[in-house]
């Protein structure tokens, strides 16, 4: 183990990482500074698979090779790809940095000669999010393995190594709106300065094994600004502000679907804040409210057998059912779950509402069904997405369809804290809002779906640089707001993350789409930048160099399933260990030291077939032991109480099926299962919300 652990490290060709940050009202400009070294014999094509929020704009690249610096282009995608492969077959270094899918990039270090190391400094842009008085800043610095197989190419894919450690330092300066504010880092131990006015945040001796979470709490301060920006000829008109809280109908009835993911990813501090969240929503349920819980994987699991009025009694059994949320349902059949949700909500309820907790990674097609289902039905998909390997690309198209929102939280952080705030958006309605500019915007774009006590962002550009005035009406409250535009500025990063908004609003047509992201300077799938070191000719690479990735830490909090499992991590190519834990965990093969506890069957084998019972017997029966496990206050039953309880003409039948079934002496639990087994066998009789939920917890049990 300790050889493969020293190969590995020693390929590894990411240094050391620093991080840069300033955050500026609700805006955080940030640098990523990586220093490559090639410990080899051969010259190295480093490929680095990295995350980033989903919103962020690029504005820049650099890197320092073979001692000269260099600032990089923005091209189109296929421009941009020749110049890299040119250079490199032509001996020169290169970068190559371009978008894998959204929220995750990969740069490409081309001809990194044995000995040499190399520094790639990145920069972006991206919003904080505001909700319920909190500005939250979340950056993803490190990818949760996908299970499954991924269609991206082999050496671009993201990997997890248990054996890689990847230094970081980082700083973050805090200046304007949220200089004063308290703030909160929840994945970081941090050191806090004070300079110049500034709050200055420092982050030494970190590794990148988890995402970046900064909570600042603007209490009862209202948020609300308005920034004129220089855009060529042109300019741009960005207005921010927190959506008022309005009075919403408190009695009204909200069926609920917690749909939990319990695949193997969600191993560790993941499942854990799972649990918790389903402990808040418990906490937080009206008994006038009708609630679900469904664990998925590859298979689908619910607590109930149907949604259940909120009582005491029903709140109580969540609780005790809470620990069966287990991160052992192997893959992530994302869209099965989606609708077997959709098929509990059934009811008339006017507001009927699915709370998705998942870190999984799924294509946009693969719940295309699922999403026109929730459509037609009027059922809106909250989404908290856990991780930075959670496809947000597909699952906040999700939400929007259906009026309403997507949160991303990291493991590390309470999940429960955003899925409260999904529970009290989904307890209210989207806020309908008429918006007017002064002049005619050239393309014009809001921050879509938005509740009461939201932060709302609206931009606007502008083909000419003459004064504007924006005003936002609220439909519900007749609440008018003005915004005044007093100077225009030219900030670079401000213009970068307003023309990301306005790319990200654009239709599908790819020349338009083009034309904006060259016009910003983005990175997307039609565009990609490039700078290229010409070598002088003694000092060129004579072939093509080795394709190195570099693998990502495990996240912090992520554990390993079995010792099997950190056996097969600390190899190079870990696509075993994603594939065995797509396999659900009854069906996998077991070594010796990681061998399940059997599930014990309270009932002994017998060796001829059970009794046939006519459909009215088992009605008959199934109520008989309703009775007894739900209306008697012994714990222990023999036959003949159930038989008291049956008509006469069945005595016979009944206690030849209940001699087969050891139901001589019986106890509660055994009544449970039995009846449960009878429900699943096609009886049908009225069991009460209450005694159902009772019925779940034995039948989770055994």
């Keep these: ?52 929020p989903l919103d962020a704009a690029f504005i820049g690249m650099d890197a320092t090779l073979a001692g000269e610096t260099l600032s990089a282009q923005v091209l189109p995608a296929q421009q941009a790809s020749c110049d890299y492969d040119h250079a490199i077959s032509e001996g020169h270094s290169a970068v190559l940095l371009e ?32 909700a319920d008085g909190v500005a939250r800043f979340s950056l993803p610095l490190v990818h949760r393995p996908r299970y499954g197989r991924s269609a991206l ?52 001796h970190a590794l990148l094994d988890r995402d970046l979470v900064l909570n600042f709490d603007l209490g009862a301060e209202s948020l609300s600004q308005a920034r004129w920006i220089v855009d060529g000829d042109g300019s741009l008109g960005i207005v921010s502000f927190t959506v008022p809280q309005i009075d919403s109908n408190e009695a009204e009835v909200c069926d ?42 590859s298979s689908t699991n619910a607590l109930f057998r149907r949604p259940l009025q909120a009582t005491a009694r029903v709140k109580e059994a969540l609780r005790d059912l809470k620990d069966t949320v287990n991160a052992n349902l192997g893959g992530t059949e994302m869209d099965a779950a989606l609708q077997k949700a959709l098929a509990a909500l059934d009811g008339n309820a006017p507001r009927k509402v699915i709370i998705l907790v998942t870190d999984g990674a799924v294509n946009a097609h693969e719940i295309e069904l699922a999403r026109n289902m929730a459509i037609r039905k009027g059922v809106r998909v909250f989404v908290v997405a856990v991780g930075s390997s959670a496809g947000v690309d597909a699952l906040t198209p999700l939400a929007l369809s259906t009026q309403a ?33 002064t002049g005619t915007p050239v393309q014009r774009v809001t921050s879509g779906v938005v509740y009461p006590g939201d932060a709302l962002t609206l931009v606007a550009r502008f083909a000419d640089q003459y004064p504007i005035t924006a005003s936002v009406r609220l439909a519900e409250t007749d609440r008018k707001l ?40 983005l990175i997307t799938p039609e565009t990609k930048a490039v700078l ?22 495990v996240p912090a909090g992520m554990v390993v399933a079995s010792p099997r499992m950190a056996y097969v991590a600390a190899s190079v190519d870990t696509q075993v260990s994603k594939d065995y834990l797509d396999i659900p965990m009854f069906m996998r093969r077991q070594t010796d030291d990681d061998e399940p506890v059997a599930r014990r069957s309270l009932f002994k084998r017998q060796p001829k077939s059970p009794p046939a019972l006519k459909l009215v017997v088992k009605t008959a029966l199934a109520q008989a032991l309703l009775h007894l496990f ?23 039948a009944v206690r030849e099926y209940g001699k087969y079934h050891g139901l001589e002496r019986f106890d509660r639990a055994r009544a449970a299962v039995r009846l449960l087994s009878l429900l699943e066998d096609g009886v049908t009789i009225e069991i009460d919300d209450d005694d159902e939920a009772q019925l779940a917890i034995y039948n989770t049990r055994f």
């Design 153 to 204: 190419d082999e050496v671009a894919q993201p990997r997890n190594d248990f054996a890689v450690e990847h230094p970081l330092d980082a700083e973050i300066r805090v200046r304007g709106l949220l200089a004063a504010r308290p703030v909160q880092c929840a994945t970081h131990g941090v050191r806090f300065a004070q300079d110049a006015g500034e709050l200055v945040l420092h982050i030494a």
């Design 99 to 130: 978008q894998l899918h959204p929220g995750l990039l990969c740069v490409n270090l081309g001809n990194l000669k044995p000995g040499e190391s190399g520094e790639i400094v990145l920069h972006f842009a991206a919003a904080l999010n505001v």
């Design 630 to 652: 739900a209306h008697c206050e012994n714990d222990s039953f023999t036959l003949d109480d159930l038989l008291a309880r049956i008509d006469s003409q069945w005595h016979k």
């Design 482 to 521: 003005e915004f005044a535009f007093d100077e225009l500025q030219s900030l670079a990063a401000w213009r970068a993350w307003a023309g990301q908004r306005l790319y990200l609003h654009t239709g599908d047509q790819t020349s338009e789409r083009e034309t904006l992201a060259l016009r910003y300077g």
């Design 1 to 52: 183990m300790n050889a493969i652990k020293q190969a590995i490290t020693a390929a590894s060709p990411l240094a050391h990482s620093v991080l840069r940050a300033t955050i500026t009202d609700l805006l955080c400009e940030y640098e990523l500074r990586h220093v490559f070294r090639n410990e080899g014999r051969q010259a190295i094509e480093a490929v680095y698979s990295f995350p980033m």
């Design 405 to 437: 929102t997507l949160e991303r939280a990291v493991p590390a952080e309470p999940i429960d804290a955003g899925v409260m705030r999904q529970l009290r958006r989904a307890r209210s309605q989207p806020v309908n809002l008429d918006i007017a500019w």
């Design 532 to 553: 290229v070191k010409q070598r002088a000719e003694a000092d060129k690479i004579d072939g093509l160099p080795t394709v190195t990735p570099v693998a990502h830490m």
């Design 256 to 297: 609920i679907c917690l749909l939990l993911d319990c695949s193997g990813s969600m191993q560790g501090d993941a499942i854990v804040q799972s649990r918790a969240a389903l402990q808040a929503v418990t906490d937080a349920l009206r008994e006038q409210d009708r609630i679900q819980v469904i664990r998925f994987g």
